[in-house]
């Protein structure tokens, strides 16, 4: 398939190791975020959501971190594997129009085995 | 979660002419929604397909260039209309996986669109 990441931030990491991914938001009434994965060929994958009355949210290997003093928000992947390389989209909602996403730019996360 | 299907998965089309995409969720859904995703971007909603009436679009996004149909509750199909090398994308659906909470949003596979 082709890539879609010709033009966003990148990371590269070590199997085995924890990766940071970041996303900074601009509107500070968003109240629901997203983080997708999306391999090379496919649609974004729902990888784990956060409400902005948390902030912090755990799920298998992911860990979602949300700062809304400084609206910023990351995903954190322990024990990094082969099959998590792909493109990592942050996605909020702003709760006042139900559904709406607005995606951040994107980073694509390579690991090594 | 919604399992969402698109057709066709890919195409490849000559400038002025139009492709219709087909969105099929398995579940019914009130809303859907319609993002681009151009090369080496991220994704941007083109429209909301709302099902008995007109659908809502974006600003930049216009009803003649890219007209959607909503028939029923599990089905959307988005039109891209005159198509020209900058239509080239990856053409996305999405639906909520739970009727109560509209926000998480699932994706289909998408339709890579290319234009000659």
């Known amino acids: 398939g082709e890539s879609v990441g010709l033009h966003l931030p990148t990371l590269s990491v070590q199997e085995g190791d924890n990766s940071i991914i970041n996303c900074a938001y601009s509107n500070s009434a968003s109240d629901y975020f997203i983080w997708y994965k999306q391999e090379s060929g496919k649609g974004p994958q729902f990888i784990i959501d956060i409400r902005s009355n948390m902030d912090k949210r755990q799920g298998q290997r992911v860990t979602v971190l949300l700062n809304k003093t400084v609206k910023h928000l990351s995903l954190q992947i322990a024990a990094t594997q082969p099959g998590d390389s792909a493109v990592y989209f942050c996605?909020?909602?702003?709760?006042?129009?139900?559904?709406?996403?607005?995606f951040g730019q994107g980073t694509i996360l390579t690991v090594h085995p | 979660s919604a399992v969402i299907s698109q057709k066709p998965s890919r195409d490849i089309c000559q400038r002025g002419t139009s492709l219709t995409i087909q969105c099929q969720v398995d579940?019914?859904?009130?809303?859907m929604f319609w993002y681009r995703q151009q090369p080496g971007q991220s994704l941007t909603l083109i429209a909301t397909a709302n099902q008995g009436s007109e659908a809502t679009y974006e600003s930049g996004f216009v009803i003649d260039k890219f007209p959607i149909s909503r028939p029923n509750l599990t089905f959307s199909t988005l039109t891209v209309s005159n198509m020209s090398p900058e239509d080239s994308s990856i053409y996305l659906c999405s639906a909520p996986g739970d009727r109560d909470f509209l926000n998480e949003q699932f994706f289909g596979p998408g339709t890579r669109l290319t234009v000659l």
């Open positions: 996605a909020e909602n702003s709760g006042t129009s139900y559904g709406k996403l607005t």
């Open positions: 579940s019914q859904v009130t809303m």
